[in-house]
């Protein structure tokens, strides 16, 4: 009879927090973008807001393992990324860049899984993979079409699609609603749930409803630091008929980027 194998390796591992950032400072060209934060950020979808130039590219560019920090410290996974250790910490991270280029002749299923390929992701699991994640981004019918015949609503889930391909246990999505149509926007927020229970997901937006309705947690910056931390019903609960905004959770977001300035 083989060893019993307890329920506990057999399990994921599970952290604290998948990302952990500690005084954090980012620099982007000249300027520390991202200045003193500390996050901690599990299993869930945390919808970053702030106003242009808080430094959400930044910060995520960073978490992404693009742009080192110029202070403090990230770990990811339980991981410090940086050596021998970074390729494979790569693999367990999806990213769509606020923009990303792409081979226009490449169709949506060469794209997805070229980018699975540059994953080293398991030759044989490569077409199966390819496939759910065009599916959970909803671009089924045009698998087959050149990304240059795309709207860009569809080549930005073409990016959506290669950032999921890996499953990734962090998710990294820079502005991903862009050019979604309502309708995408919506079936977008299902899948942005039905990721919220097995991954950190970390998405930055402009759109504070979608913040309100598809997150479990909202991360407001401002000025490359922490303005709030908390549930969008704490963000909603915030704001007053006096702020700005045309919802509760636009108030709260006006209410407490107005008091911390
Ligand atoms: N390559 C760069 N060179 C110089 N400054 C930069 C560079 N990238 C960003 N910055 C500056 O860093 C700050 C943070 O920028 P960042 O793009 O992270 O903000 P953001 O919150 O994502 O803004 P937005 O909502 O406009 O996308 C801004 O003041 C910006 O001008």
């Known amino acids: 009879m083989g060893r019993v194998v307890r329920a506990a390796e057999t399990a994921p591992t599970t952290y604290a927090s998948e990302i952990r950032t500690s005084e954090l400072r980012v620099r982007a060209g000249r300027r520390t973008a991202v200045n003193g934060l500390d996050l901690s950020l599990g299993i869930g979808v945390h919808g970053v807001l702030g106003p242009n130039g808080a430094g959400k590219t930044t910060l995520i560019r960073c978490l992404a393992t693009v742009l080192r920090p110029s202070g403090g410290s990230v770990e990811l996974l339980g991981r ?43 030759k044989a699991e490569i077409p199966g993979a390819v496939q759910r994640a065009i599916d959970r981004a909803n671009l089924t019918s045009r698998a087959d079409d050149k990304l240059k015949t795309l709207s860009g609503g569809m080549v930005r889930r073409a990016g959506i699609a290669q950032a999921l391909v890996n499953n990734p246990r962090i998710l990294l999505l820079d502005e991903p609603t862009v050019g979604l149509d309502p309708a995408q926007r919506m079936q977008f927020r299902e899948l942005l749930r039905s990721l919220s229970t097995d991954t950190c997901v ?15 947690d909202v991360v407001l910056m401002n000025e490359g630091g922490l303005v709030f931390q908390g549930t969008p019903e704490t963000l909603a609960a ?6 700005a905004g045309d919802s509760p959770a636009e108030r709260g977001y006006s209410a407490l980027l107005g008091r911390a300035s």
């Open 80 to 122: 410090k990324p940086g050596g021998s250790d970074l390729r494979m910490l790569r693999r367990e991270i999806g990213y769509l860049p606020q923009q990303f280029g792409y081979y226009p002749r490449f169709t949506v299923r060469e794209f997805v899984e070229y980018m699975a390929w540059l994953k080293e992701m398991p």
């Open 202 to 216: 970390v998405v930055s937006t402009h759109l504070v409803e979608d913040v309100a309705n598809a997150c479990t």
């Open 238 to 243: 915030a704001g007053s008929e006096s702020d």
